[in-house]
């Protein structure tokens, strides 16, 4: 993962890159028979952590 990050230029470390892309959460939530479910919002920061290793955005 350094490598990746270092090869796009990206200054964020490993451990700071995973402790921002822990942030991202699932969420699922049930009324009555429906359940509904989404991802918390990701900031620009998280979704440049994505591109840098060419990984696809969370959906």
């Known amino acids: ?3 990746r990050l270092k090869a796009k230029g990206h200054a964020a470390s ?6 921002l892309l822990a942030r991202i959460q699932k969420h699922t939530a049930h009324a009555g028979k ?3 479910h989404g991802l918390s919002k990701t ?3 998280q979704l440049d ?3 840098a290793p060419s990984l696809p955005k969370p959906a």
């Open 49 to 51: 952590l994505f591109h």
């Open 14 to 19: 490993p451990r700071t890159a995973l402790d």
């Open 34 to 36: 429906r359940s509904f």
């Open 43 to 45: 900031t620009p920061e």
């Open 1 to 3: 993962m350094r490598m």
